[in-house]
């Protein structure tokens, strides 16, 4: 059963243009996204990753092609990230 944790769930402000949440699959196969509708870069603060794995990029329609969508992933992220305006990651977890 996936299971879903809001991370910026500002419903009730009319001013917030950011979404972000992970996706839990149970077998530590999470998925991170994150949703900026800002005109400007917010600093997404992201979780801990399951145990014995590390998150790696996979999608930041921020970059140019073809590093904006990397199957295989790219590990390294820390534990901030800067999330372009009008832009989404998803990030993730592998071992």
């Known amino acids: 059963k996936n299971e879903i944790t ?9 001013e917030s243009r950011f979404l972000a949440f992970t996706l839990h699959d149970g077998n530590g196969g999470d998925i991170y996204l994150a949703f900026n509708a800002h005109h400007f870069f ?11 794995r590390r998150w790696h990029r996979v999608v930041d329609t921020n970059l140019k092609s073809p590093d904006d969508f990397v ?5 390294g992220i820390s534990e ?5 305006p009008y832009s989404a990651i998803l990030l993730e977890a592998k071992q």
């Not at 769930?9 to 009319?14: G, M, P, Q, R, T």
């Not at 917010?42 to 014995?52: D, G, H, L, R």
């Open 42 to 52: 917010v600093k997404a603060a992201i979780p801990s990753p399951p145990q014995n």
């Open 6 to 14: 809001w991370l910026e769930d500002n419903w009730y402000n009319e």
């Open 80 to 84: 901030t990230y800067n999330v372009a």
């Open 71 to 75: 199957t295989e992933g790219i590990a």
